[in-house]
């Protein structure tokens, strides 16, 4: 067992019952997405585990480690093995493809050489090695902000392939590409998924995709898990158990 959520709870100073309750394991080499309504508790979720947020109650066990409550060189160890991917990709558009992606290695250099931007040729090669897995390694001397959306996020994916995390974490990755981008982004999480063993947990909204890349699938509503089970088996009673009784299916070719 890679992960184990168990009894999650996050309440936010504003009243907000963001996850009530929430218990699910993950097992390694999983691709598990979960997915919801905007407000459901998808990305309190993600930011829980990766301890971007503190949760007010439960545990998160990592590699059989509680890691809820850690902090300072412990926690930094934890997150160097857990990689994270946004929605908004996170670039210093500025700066080149490639220090973009050496920013994933931060962790593993110390402070001066980092503040200099001094890196060593392994950490090169690693990035090197990242963009060829998310195929623009041609890419690595541009600007970021010349690049399009989805081979930005491509960028933000090789950022955290340096860590060579055991988990990588996606929150909404695809939420602001188009359909076509979609699918092509998609596919880069399946290879690291599938080629590199990396265990995934990633947030989505549209099940066309969904079926087409989870093993697993977790469905929040309200934060509390309202499904757990196989893709396939979610029909149309089940979309809208989930996503409300008005909600027409969107397909992502």
Same mark, same amino acid.
């Given at each position: 067992?890679?992960?184990? /959520?168990?009894?999650l709870?996050?309440?936010?100073?504003?009243?907000?019952?963001?996850?009530?309750?929430?218990?699910?394991?993950?097992?390694?080499?999983?691709?598990?997405?979960?997915?919801?309504?905007?407000?459901?508790?998808k990305?309190?979720?993600?930011?829980?585990?990766?301890?971007?947020?503190?949760?007010?109650?439960?545990?998160?066990?990592?590699?059989?480690?509680?890691?809820?409550?850690?902090?300072?060189?412990?926690?930094?160890?934890?997150?160097?093995?857990?990689?994270m /991917?946004?929605?908004?990709?996170?670039?210093?558009?500025?700066?080149?493809?490639?220090?973009?992606v050496?920013?994933?290695?931060?962790g593993?250099?110390?402070?001066?050489?980092? &503040?200099?931007?001094?890196?060593?040729?392994?950490?090169?090669?690693?990035?090197?090695?990242? &963009?060829?897995?998310?195929?623009?390694?041609?890419?690595?001397?541009l600007?970021?902000?010349?690049?399009?959306?989805?081979?930005?996020?491509?960028?933000?994916?090789?950022?955290?392939?340096?860590?060579?995390?055991?988990?990588?974490?996606?929150?909404?990755?695809?939420?602001?590409?188009?359909?076509a981008?979609?699918?092509?982004?998609?596919?880069?999480?399946?290879?690291?998924?599938?080629?590199?063993?990396?265990?995934?947990?990633?947030?989505?909204?549209f099940?066309?995709?969904?079926?087409k890349?989870?093993?697993?699938?977790?469905?929040l509503?309200?934060?509390?898990?309202?499904?757990?089970?196989l893709?396939?088996?979610i029909?149309?009673?089940?979309?809208?158990?989930?996503?409300?009784?008005?909600?027409?299916?969107?397909q992502?070719?």
């Amino acid at each position: 067992m890679l992960l184990r /959520v168990q009894k999650l709870h996050k309440i936010y100073p504003n009243g907000t019952h963001a996850l009530k309750g929430v218990s699910f394991d993950v097992k390694e080499g999983e691709f598990l997405v979960v997915i919801g309504l905007s407000g459901s508790g998808k990305t309190t979720l993600l930011r829980s585990i990766n301890r971007l947020i503190e949760p007010t109650s439960g545990t998160v066990e990592f590699m059989g480690k509680d890691i809820t409550h850690i902090k300072g060189d412990e926690l930094r160890k934890i997150k160097s093995q857990i990689g994270m /991917v946004f929605q908004q990709f996170n670039l210093v558009k500025r700066r080149s493809v490639m220090l973009n992606v050496l920013t994933g290695s931060l962790g593993r250099i110390n402070t001066i050489s980092s &503040l200099f931007e001094k890196f060593p040729e392994e950490a090169y090669e690693s990035a090197r090695r990242a &963009l060829s897995i998310v195929g623009i390694e041609e890419k690595s001397d541009l600007r970021a902000d010349t690049l399009s959306g989805g081979q930005q996020q491509r960028v933000a994916i090789a950022r955290s392939l340096v860590q060579n995390p055991k988990l990588l974490l996606a929150d909404e990755p695809v939420a602001s590409l188009d359909p076509a981008t979609s699918n092509s982004v998609m596919q880069y999480f399946e290879k690291i998924n599938k080629e590199l063993g990396t265990t995934i947990i990633c947030n989505l909204h549209f099940l066309s995709l969904v079926r087409k890349y989870a093993t697993r699938v977790i469905a929040l509503k309200a934060g509390l898990i309202v499904y757990e089970g196989l893709p396939s088996e979610i029909d149309e009673t089940w979309f809208k158990t989930i996503y409300g009784e008005e909600a027409e299916e969107v397909q992502i070719q």
